[in-house]
């Protein structure tokens, strides 16, 4: 079975500084997806970046980046010049690609993330 | 366009009482799936549908039955509920797209049992 840990519980940035959220996962799969989703205060889940195992480059949404280190099993989040509007609390989740697999989610526990004005 | 919705938003239930939760999704996605989130646990799936008539466990399945009986609108059933059931429940759906297809989350209900 797939597992997902986010070690750090919180963690604070001050606006328009950059902030690192740490992700590792254990598989024995060679193929799957991996996703940060953002969930503020309104519960919305709100996908923010998904990687795919296969690609090298890590993914780039505007100012979230991911360094994605498929050998260590590593997929850190990094956000570039943090807003208010950041503060929310983020998911890393996996999912297998392999036929067949019911696509489901394993996500860590989260991490919430405060931005101090 | 309304995309996932989730009825109802908020509810009370006494022990013992029984409830459904409604999930219904008008992007004609064939996958739909029950999670339920508590602090510091993350989202962990109860169950989930690969189509219209199909159900399956998921990894917390104990207490709560599920149906799919059309393909827009999936089911989570409580029969006798218990306050270790107290917990935001999300659904989400996913278009089968080779696996790419990211899911959709609905907004959520929060369920007390009190």
């Known amino acids: 079975a797939q597992t997902v840990t986010q070690s750090q519980p919180e963690m604070s940035v001050q606006e328009a500084e950059t902030v690192t959220l740490s992700c590792t996962y254990d598989t024995s799969e060679s193929d799957y997806y991996l996703f940060w989703y953002k969930q503020p205060p309104s519960r919305q889940m709100i996908l923010v970046i998904r990687?795919?195992?296969?690609?090298?480059q890590n993914a780039t949404e505007n100012r979230f980046s991911v360094n994605f280190q498929k050998a260590a099993k590593s997929f850190s989040l990094k956000i570039s010049d943090s807003q208010l509007g950041d503060a929310a609390m983020y998911f890393c989740?996996?999912?297998?690609?392999?036929?067949?697999?019911?696509?489901?989610?394993?996500f860590g526990k989260g991490i919430t993330l405060s931005v101090r004005p | 366009n309304a995309g996932v919705t989730q009825t109802p938003k908020f509810r009370v239930l006494k022990t013992g009482q029984s409830m459904t939760l409604l999930c219904a999704q008008d992007m004609n996605h064939e996958y739909m799936y029950w999670y339920r989130q508590d602090p510091g646990m993350g989202l962990r799936l109860i169950h989930y549908?690969?189509?219209?008539?199909?159900?399956a466990k998921g990894e917390v399945p104990d207490g709560y039955n599920v149906s799919r009986l059309k393909k827009q609108n999936f089911l989570l059933g409580l029969e006798s509920a218990a306050p270790s059931q107290t917990s935001v429940y999300f659904c989400?759906?996913?278009?089968?797209?080779?696996?790419?297809?990211?899911?959709?989350f609905g907004p959520g209900t929060r369920l007390t049992v009190t």
């Open positions: 549908s690969v189509g219209e008539g199909t159900t």
């Open positions: 989400a759906s996913r278009s089968w797209d080779k696996g790419r297809g990211e899911q959709y």
């Open positions: 990687q795919e195992a296969y690609k090298q």
């Open positions: 989740a996996y999912r297998s690609a392999l036929p067949g697999a019911n696509s489901k989610l394993t």
